[in-house]
């Protein structure tokens, strides 16, 4: 990795890191002097206007009227709890009925969680949305065992050898340069044009969501949009 890489994966991932813990701190919507204000209502940003993108991986039919749209980090514990605790009865009441369809966006805050990002970004262009969400919920489950440990690429090989991923695939997927650009591309661009705070961070039918991480209020917001519809 040359020097300048080197630097724009630590210096996007720092600033993203202290943004993502400053708006974890908070409880409200409203922005103080020390933290940083919060999307608010529909948003015109053609990456949300106009998902899904082409180098989005997504669940859901096509014909579904709503999009929810989700920011996250493989080493972000509430993410792993979204995606265990949450996710399933989002995916059985709105995902397989046809309702809404979902994309998981990732926003990685630390290097592990940058390489894990490569890694199922990689597994999905290759196999399709299929693989890279099996990929992120394995990542997701598995994460104390790998995320938080200094010696995590070891970690993330093991676990990618038991889903089927070998040495050669594992490397070539985690060390590719323009996978480092598109992902470091699309992570600023969430940072600066989207605002997104923190992680997980939600976009549904257009609008930026800044209730309740419970699937009583997720699912509120979800019936109001489809109501609309």
């Known amino acids: 990795m040359n020097k300048l890489l080197s630097y724009l994966i ?3 991932i720092s600033i993203s890191s202290g943004v993502a813990f400053a708006a974890d701190a908070i409880s409200t919507s409203k922005a103080t002097p020390d933290t940083p ?14 998902a899904p993108l082409p180098s989005d ?34 995916q059985k009441n709105y995902i397989d009925s046809g309702k809404i369809r979902y994309i998981l966006r990732q926003f990685p805050l630390n290097e592990p969680a940058f390489r894990g990002a490569m890694l199922v970004d990689c ?11 099996l990929f992120n919920k394995v990542l997701f489950d598995a994460q104390s065992k790998w995320a938080f440990d200094g010696n995590w690429r070891t970690g993330l090989e093991k676990i990618s050898a038991i889903g089927g991923v070998g040495k050669e695939q594992f490397d070539t997927c985690i060390d590719n340069k323009d996978r480092e650009t598109k992902l470091l591309k699309a992570k600023k661009e969430a940072m600066d044009d989207l605002k997104v705070p923190h992680t997980p961070y939600f976009f549904i039918g257009g609008e930026a969501y800044n209730g ?13 949009k489809l109501a609309k519809k």
Do not use: R
């Open 212 to 224: 309740d991480l419970t699937l009583p209020d997720i699912s509120k917001f979800i019936d109001a």
């Open 37 to 50: 204000q919060l999307p608010q209502g529909i948003i015109s940003n053609p990456s949300i206007a106009n």
């Open 57 to 90: 991986f997504v669940l859901g039919k096509k014909e579904a009227t709503v999009v929810m749209i989700e920011y996250a980090s493989l080493s972000c514990p509430h993410c792993a709890h979204f995606f265990s605790a949450i996710m399933p009865d989002i």
């Open 10 to 12: 630590v210096a996007i």
């Open 123 to 133: 597994l999905g262009e290759k196999d399709g949305a299929e693989k890279y969400y």
